[in-house]
């Protein structure tokens, strides 16, 4: 994580609870909670999706005001049953499913509304969740807008980025047959389904790399290194192409078309100018449909919320919504 960090967000606190949330079809999902117990709620919706949440996400909060929740979502972090096992039966894992369980732990924790933090993955599931469960929400806030609209997609992961990062193109490239690279989501999800390890633990990792590399204006080899772990990277690589394979299980432009359900919730989305993984296009996008929304273009980042503006950018926003 960047050592600059220290200087921009809250110190390392531990959970003072941690539990598993029952959810259905068999999931046991890891949930934390930290900070001040009578507090202020938010939950943390991390990205992915298939990444998992990390001790630093508590630190975009102050301790003294919030009551701080982070969920492992389905498949992946510490939540069971987990998508890096061989033989991973995702079926029972859609945006559906996740607002499910995210509304589940609400009620289950007594909170009447929470502050609904995402970005990228997160992003689309907290705008998700929002639009479907209005009433829950307080505020949100946002980085890293991505809808999983077809031309998104295509960007990232079917050669658009690979105009400004071809030699990093040709290793995502290279696990996949010539004549199936016309259509490499679905080249990639054929090898990531198959059980055998020595099938899918390469492309996962090649598929985890890709995006790993591409998260941050200077390329992070700790983060690189983390990602491509191959338990963590199957599970990310998996979970990711499941939901993208099926556009999300949303109707195109659907959440971008549905703010009108949580126009009047307050809100701050912030974008990284030369973010390669899920371009400002879509958060512009977002943020002309949505004008009521605080929108910040931070001008020397990319995608990552460890990036030093984005992260600054961040803790402003819940410092701002903490008083209300």
């Known amino acids: 994580m960047n050592e600059h960090l220290d200087d921009i967000l809250y110190p390392p606190i ?12 068999g999931n046991r999902l890891y949930f934390e909670q930290s ?15 298939g ?23 389905r498949g992946c972090g510490r939540s069971t049953p987990h998508a890096g096992e061989p033989d991973a039966d995702l ?10 369980d995210v509304e589940l732990l609400r009620k289950n924790l007594g909170i009447d509304k929470w502050q609904v933090f995402g970005g990228s993955w997160g992003s689309a599931l907290a705008l998700a969740y929002a639009q479907a469960h209005p009433a829950a929400v307080s505020e949100l ?7 999983l609209r077809r ?6 992961y079917e050669g658009g980025a690979s105009a400004m990062l071809p030699d990093l193109w040709e290793e995502f490239l290279a696990p996949i047959p010539v004549l199936e690279r016309a259509r490499l989501i679905e080249a990639y999800h054929r090898r990531l389904s198959d059980p055998d390890p020595e099938v899918h633990t390469p492309v996962a990792i090649a598929w985890s790399r ?14 690189i290194e983390a990602m491509t772990e191959p338990r963590a990277a199957v599970a990310f690589a998996r979970i990711e192409n499941h939901y993208f394979l099926n556009g999300g ?36 996008d977002l943020h002309r449909a949505w004008p009521e929304a605080e929108f910040t273009m931070v001008p020397d980042a990319s995608h990552a919320a460890s990036e030093p503006g984005i992260a600054a950018a961040l803790r402003a926003a819940t410092d701002r919504f903490a008083a209300s």
């Not at 307050?266 to 296009?281: L, S």
Request: charged letters at 20%; a negative charge.
């Open 14 to 25: 531990e959970p003072y609870e941690t539990g598993e949330l029952i959810a259905g079809e």
């Open 35 to 49: 900070g001040n117990p009578d507090g202020k709620p938010v939950v943390f919706l991390h990205g992915g999706p």
């Open 51 to 73: 990444a998992g949440t990390s001790p630093w996400h508590r630190r975009f909060f102050n301790p003294e005001v919030y009551r701080i929740v982070l969920l492992d979502q």
């Open 91 to 100: 079926r029972h894992n859609t945006t559906w499913h996740l607002v499910a």
């Open 141 to 147: 806030v946002l980085r890293g807008i991505f809808t």
């Open 151 to 156: 031309h998104e997609l295509e960007w990232f």
């Open 210 to 223: 890709w995006e790993a590399s591409s998260l941050t204006l200077l390329r992070d080899p700790e983060l």
């Open 249 to 284: 299980w949303f109707d195109e432009g659907q959440l971008i078309a549905g703010v009108d359900a949580i126009r009047h919730i307050p809100a701050v989305i912030v974008q990284g100018r030369y973010d390669t993984c899920t371009p400002p296009m879509t958060a512009w």
